[in-house]
């Protein structure tokens, strides 16, 4: 699941990008709670929460089977 994980996010990471950050993957568990850390502009940004669940959570959960949550640790 970890390699479909990282597929997904190199959807997001333009996005991410083009405002100066990142989003770095951390560990997938076998309850398919996916941890990432942002980085760059958005790891102090007051969206970051928004973009954790509405951007990279809701695109994880649609496009790999078994992702059921993203924590930004």
């Known amino acids: ?3 479909e994980v990282e597929k997904a996010l190199e ?7 083009r405002d100066g950050g990142d989003v770095e993957l951390i560990d997938v ?3 398919g709670v996916v941890l990432v850390k942002l980085q760059g ?3 102090g940004c007051p969206g ?17 089977k078994g ?3 993203v924590i930004g640790i």
């Open 11 to 17: 959807k997001v990471r333009p996005i991410l990008q």
């Open 41 to 43: 502009a958005c790891k």
């Open 29 to 31: 568990n076998d309850q």
């Open 48 to 64: 970051a929460t928004m973009t954790l669940k509405a951007i990279i959570e809701n695109l994880l959960v649609k496009e790999v």
């Open 67 to 69: 992702v059921t949550q």
């Open 1 to 3: 699941m970890r390699g």
